[in-house]
């Protein structure tokens, strides 16, 4: 089984610039995770899918970040301006269920993109 | 709100030593308690959960962790640590949204 595919797995891009990153998650999978995980902290969440709504997004900086599921597979997360603080890397995770059963199931995870913004 | 959090940034053990990493909880519901793991330049893994039933989980690559509510607590432990076992060690809960700790960074020394 094919595991969570994330590009480009490293970004540098100068502050103010506008950068994507794609995941393809986990065949089957309903639920599709962004988030952003800065040195030496856990990862945050940032936005929840379920097939192609949005879950949860209330951790999602809106004013700068978005992020879309067409037809309720892959995914991109878009940042426009970029900010210094936006160094980080960047998770996309999915999981089988359906919400009901989100807080037991398991998370698979992606290699992650690193973002560096000078 | 649900939060966890490890004590210790950072710990070392001797190869063949006794393993523990500490997490503890706060909740006012019984909790679902997860340990991921994370090699370097690489994604997450799953190392074990507790959802319901015994408390005591057994999980992948020897670990073992004990959800304890009268201690809030939910410990990762594994008898004798391997040089490949050196990662970070991240405990994790849902509540609102899924919450991570901030992370062990566990060493091996040969």
């Known amino acids: 089984e094919a595991g969570v595919a994330q590009s480009p797995r490293y970004k540098i891009i100068e502050k103010r610039q506008s950068v994507a990153f794609w995941c393809n998650p986990i065949?089957?999978?309903?639920?599709l995770y962004w988030y952003q995980q800065i040195l030496g902290q856990g990862p945050k969440l940032l936005i929840q899918?379920?097939?192609?709504?949005?879950?949860?997004d209330s951790q999602l900086p809106k004013d700068r970040f978005s992020a879309e599921r067409l037809k309720g597979v892959d995914s991109t997360l878009k940042i426009q301006p970029a900010k210094l603080e936006d160094s980080a890397v960047y998770l996309c995770?999915?999981?089988?269920?359906?919400?009901?059963?989100?807080?037991?199931?398991?998370?698979?995870f992606g290699p992650g993109t690193r973002l560096t913004v000078l | 709100a649900q939060s966890v959090t490890q004590l210790g940034s950072h710990v070392s053990v001797s190869e063949g030593a006794l393993v523990l990493l500490r997490c503890n909880y706060s909740s006012s519901v019984p909790p679902y308690l997860f340990w991921y793991v994370q090699y370097p330049n690489q994604g997450l893994q799953l190392l074990l959960k507790?959802?319901?039933?015994?408390?005591l989980v057994k999980g992948i690559n020897g670990f073992e962790a004990e959800f304890k509510k009268s201690e809030t607590s939910f410990h990762l432990t594994k008898p004798s640590a391997h040089m490949s076992d050196a990662a970070e060690y991240f405990c994790?809960?849902?509540?609102?949204?899924?919450?991570f700790g901030p992370g062990t960074r566990l060493s091996v020394l040969p």
């Open positions: 065949s089957g999978h309903a639920t």
């Open positions: 899918f379920q097939n192609n709504g949005v879950v949860d």
């Open positions: 507790y959802t319901t039933g015994a408390t």
């Open positions: 994790a809960s849902p509540g609102q949204n899924f919450v």
């Open positions: 995770a999915s999981s089988l269920l359906y919400p009901e059963h989100l807080k037991t199931d398991t998370q698979y």
